[in-house]
């Protein structure tokens, strides 16, 4: 079992910048993915960027050049720097991890999840 933990989430202005982080704890040693997902009000919930355990990485168009994805401490935390928010990027944000082997899982194949951790981007 592996328990995920957000953090860093808050309000920010536009063009401004925030940095999450997620925390893995428990049976690590499986990990391969680590993903950020984000659910806005009244949305579906959509991927942000991923990052494999070898290093490939993911970003949806929307925060492509905006957004960096990390992953350090033997790939258990995982941080996500926001830079340029815009207003489209306020939602509940989420920490995802896989232990299977493809280095993109879809949605519905990540094994764990984080509790989410809020950002409200607005002047």
């Known amino acids: 079992q592996v328990h995920l933990v957000e953090s860093g989430g808050g309000l920010a202005q536009p063009g401004g910048s925030l940095r999450l982080s997620c925390v893995a704890s428990?049976?690590?040693?499986?990990?391969?993915?680590m993903a950020w997902y984000r659910q806005a009000p009244g949305k579906q919930r959509e991927l942000v960027a991923s990052?494999?355990?070898?290093?490939?990485?993911r970003y949806s168009a929307s925060v492509q050049g905006r957004f960096t994805v990390s992953r350090a401490l033997a790939g258990t935390t995982m941080t996500l720097q926001m830079n340029s928010l815009q207003p489209e990027d306020t939602g509940v944000y989420y920490c995802?991890?896989?232990?299977?082997?493809?280095?993109?899982?879809?949605?519905?194949?990540?094994?764990?999840w984080g509790q989410g951790t809020q950002v409200t981007v607005s002047s």
């Open positions: 428990g049976s690590v040693s499986g990990i391969n993915t």
């Open positions: 990052r494999a355990a070898g290093g490939s990485t």
């Open positions: 995802a991890a896989d232990s299977g082997i493809s280095v993109f899982p879809a949605m519905d194949e990540y094994d764990y």
